[in-house]
């Protein structure tokens, strides 16, 4: 069913969106693209909101830079359409449709300055030659390399040739930025960098943005929302918090953060209406859990409980009182410091092994491998997923 969208019937509509948000919009119906026997992207349905920051995130050959490059016109769809603004640009070829990519190669002319890539897409628009070395000058200001229009692309270190990338790509203020793991050659200070400046920017242009990935954490730190694929669909779309917190089965859990993907028996539904309460091995009482997704499962079912390492806590002797919630016993198998969260791993029954994360550890003891501890669930941490 094709949700109803708008048209170029409608400029009124369109410019008071546009300029309320300071973006356009972009609409995935039905699209399907199979390569040989490979289907790339199955029957996707995506709205990217006009101005929205959007990730699609997910494992290698899960369909995003297919995705990604259909927005962009570099591959036509076997089936389905793409409206951007309102308009059905399926068929349009990837210049008329005002998109720029953002690429992880930086993809620069090296044979050109900074200054001539920057402004390439503007020479090509047949603006004015003053106008664009304006334009060019305010682009590389905002991405910190006010000056340099005179280098050589091959003098720069990566991160600065990823900032003339996105120099490139906003200074023709496009309808949509479309990011390839941009990040992804660069190492990690400068990743975590260019993260936060490349949310700032695209905040400060309100231009609406597809960005890929199969970071969690840059989905995570960057996204008003995020899409998980899988297998060319698209398993969860909503906010960071709603995917982290709330994920639709294990697939999301277990993609996106640390942790526990325990089983246990349901005891019955409720007390809440979208709760249940589950025994784990080795613990006292049942655990109440959130349902995610379907309805509760029944009396005696198998469910998936996902408990978030850093939502547990792990309580020693000489520890403050823990929060409300179930506790159980064991011995820590394992301990990893990674010096401001340490991971222990707590075996509380043969089938039941926790990890919780510790933070401050240097400011507690934490029990040696072979120690008792005992870990506390506390209340409303725990979601049941379909299994
Ligand atoms: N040009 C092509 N010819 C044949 N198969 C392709 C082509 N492009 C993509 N595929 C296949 O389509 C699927 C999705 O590929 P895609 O590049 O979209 O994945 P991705 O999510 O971007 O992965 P990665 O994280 O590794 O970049 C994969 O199975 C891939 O092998
Ligand atoms: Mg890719």
Redesign the pocket.
Known sequence: MIAPTRTSAEPSARASEAGTSGGFGVVLRGIRKQ??A?V?VDDLDLDVRPGEFLTLL??????????LNMIAGFLTPDRGRILLDGQDVSRQPPDRRDTAMVFQQYALFPHLTVGQNVGYGLRMRRRRPEEIRTLVADALQRVGLAGREGDAPGQLSGGQQQRVALARAIVVRPKVLLFD?PLSNLDLKLREQLRLEIKHLQRELGITSVF?T?DQTEALVMSDRIAV?RA?RIEQLGAPEQIYHDPVNSFVAGFVGQSNLVTGTCTGAGPEPTECTVRLPGAAHPVRARVVGAGPPEPGASVQLLLRPEALRLVGPTDPPAPAGVTLDGRVTEVVNEGSVATVVVRVAESLRLRVAVPDPASRGIPAPGGEASVVIPSGIARALPS
């Open positions: 390569f040989r490979a790339a997910g494992p290698s050959g899960c369909g995003k830079t297919t995705t793991e890929v199969h694929m060319g």
